[in-house]
C-alpha cells in the first residue's frame, strides 16, 4: 500500500511558476516510479511527467516538455514538479501517482497502482 498526498496548489499568472511537491508513504519510496498528471474540466485525465525510482530517468508529456520538471528526494519519499512559463491551458487538478511494478516509464493511466486526492492549478492570463 502506498498513501500520497500533494501539496496545496494554488492560482498562478500566465507566465509564473509554482511546485508541486508529493509525499509518500507506505511501501519503499525509492523501489518505484512515480508520475504526475493533471485532469482539466471537462477532460480527461492526461500524463503530464513521469520518473524512475532512481530519479535518473524522466518522460514529461510534449504539452510541458522544456517548462515541467519532475524530481525526487528519496530521503525525503517526496517526489515535485517544478512548473514555469505557466499558461492558462495548464490549469486543472494535478494528480500525483505510483507505479510500484513499473519495468519502465510509462504515460498510462492504467499502469499506476495509487493516487494522490489532487491538487488545484490555476492559472490566470
Known amino acids: 500500500q502506498v498513501w500520497l498526498v500533494e501539496s496545496v496548489g494554488g492560482l498562478v499568472q500566465a507566465g509564473g511558476s509554482l511546485r508541486l511537491s508529493c509525499a509518500a508513504s507506505?511501501?519503499?519510496?525509492?523501489?518505484?516510479?512515480m508520475g504526475w498528471f493533471r485532469q482539466a474540466p471537462c477532460k480527461d485525465r492526461e500524463f503530464v511527467a513521469a520518473?524512475?525510482?532512481?530519479?535518473?530517468?524522466?518522460l514529461y508529456a510534449d504539452s510541458v516538455k522544456c517548462r515541467f520538471t519532475i524530481s525526487r528526494d528519496n530521503a525525503k519519499n517526496t517526489v515535485y514538479l517544478q512548473m514555469n512559463s505557466l499558461k492558462p491551458d495548464d490549469t486543472a487538478v494535478y494528480y500525483c501517482?505510483?507505479?510500484?511494478?513499473?519495468?519502465?516509464?510509462?504515460?498510462?493511466?492504467?499502469?499506476?497502482?495509487?493516487w494522490g486526492q489532487g491538487t488545484q492549478v490555476t492559472v490566470s492570463s
Open positions: 507506505g511501501r519503499t519510496f525509492s523501489r518505484y516510479s
Open positions: 501517482a505510483a507505479d510500484v511494478y513499473a519495468s519502465s516509464l510509462s504515460f498510462a493511466i492504467g499502469e499506476y497502482d495509487y
Open positions: 520518473i524512475t525510482w532512481s530519479g535518473v530517468n524522466t
